[in-house]
């Protein structure tokens, strides 16, 4: 986990500052990112501007929505209790139970298995098709949005569950780890800088929030790790963890970087909803 100031300790001369950069006209979110700078959290530095702002009479409409999954620890979605095990602060992520049941997840790989899986493609930093790479040695296949009434369940609750629109996601992809298979260390956002990103961004735009739910656990192996914050997460079945792909002013988050661990024993089965910043046709 990243260390912050606490929220107790914010004293009187950094509230003065944000009041004083307010009245200068200052930009809320390059003032917060100062602060982040010198060790405030995000919720704190944000929480202190939006105190400054109402106190001199101003809106707070500066943050920019993103997928979210709020700050409490249960939700009601749809009628199904969604927990949330623990949090990362960056990348902004939680580890969840309850997404789906085991019957539903057991349904689902069905699916999957029926419709057939393929070795695993990345997408080209030239031409942005997906093409095999050492780096990701699952199987997988992409469902369409709503394809079954299972699929729409699912990307019902994640919609529900973060906030985000249905429409600004793409298709469910399930992916199946045997034993000695992974995905090293990645970005699920795509980098502006390579010419095999145009055609992903000109359809959607960026890739804000990941979810990845599992399926069927590993004997051994199979986590997901996240190796700037140092932190490996193993969800149970039927849970999973969401991840920030870009950070609370929309740059794409080098804290984001994760991996799908080898399996060592046993099979991993995921399903992963990626979310955008606009609608996915």
Same mark, same amino acid.
């Given at each position: 986990m990243n260390s912050h100031v606490n929220q107790d300790s914010l004293n009187q001369e950094w509230r003065d500052w944000v009041i004083a950069g307010l %009245? %200068?006209?200052c930009s809320p979110q390059e003032m917060c990112k100062r602060m982040m700078e010198a060790q405030w959290s995000y919720e704190v530095a944000a929480q202190a501007i939006d105190d400054a &702002? %109402? &106190?001199l009479g101003r809106p707070c409409n500066? %943050? =920019?929505l993103l997928p979210t999954i709020p700050n409490s620890q249960n939700f009601d979605v749809g009628g199904k209790t969604i927990r949330v095990l623990s949090r990362i602060d960056r990348p902004n992520a @939680? =580890? =969840?139970d309850g997404i789906l049941t085991e019957e539903e997840a057991s349904a689902l790989i069905g699916l999957a298995l029926e419709k057939g899986l393929q070795r695993s493609g990345v997408v080209d930093d030239l031409n942005g098709s997906s093409i095999r790479h050492d780096a990701r040695t699952s199987s997988s296949i992409h469902f369409k949005r709503a394809e079954t009434p299972l699929i729409k369940v699912l990307e019902e609750r994640l @919609?529900? =569950?973060t906030n985000w629109p249905i429409t600004h996601a793409e298709g469910i992809q399930v992916l199946r780890y045997e034993p000695g298979q992974q995905y090293k260390a990645h970005f699920d956002w795509?980098?502006?800088e390579k010419s095999g990103s145009e055609k992903h961004l #000109? #359809? *959607?735009g960026q890739r804000l929030g990941t979810t990845v739910v599992y399926l069927a656990t590993a004997e051994q192996g199979g986590g997901t790790r996240f190796p700037e914050a *140092?932190?490996?997460v193993f969800p149970r079945v039927g849970g999973g963890v969401f991840f920030r792909d870009v950070s609370p002013f929309g740059e794409t988050d080098p804290f984001s970087l994760h991996s799908g661990c080898p399996v060592i024993s046993g099979t991993k089965i995921v399903a992963t909803y990626w979310q955008r910043e606009s609608a996915v046709t």
């Open positions: %009245r %200068r006209d &702002s %109402r &106190s500066w %943050r =920019l @939680a =580890l =969840l @919609a529900a =569950l795509f980098c502006p #000109n #359809n *959607g *140092g932190v490996e």
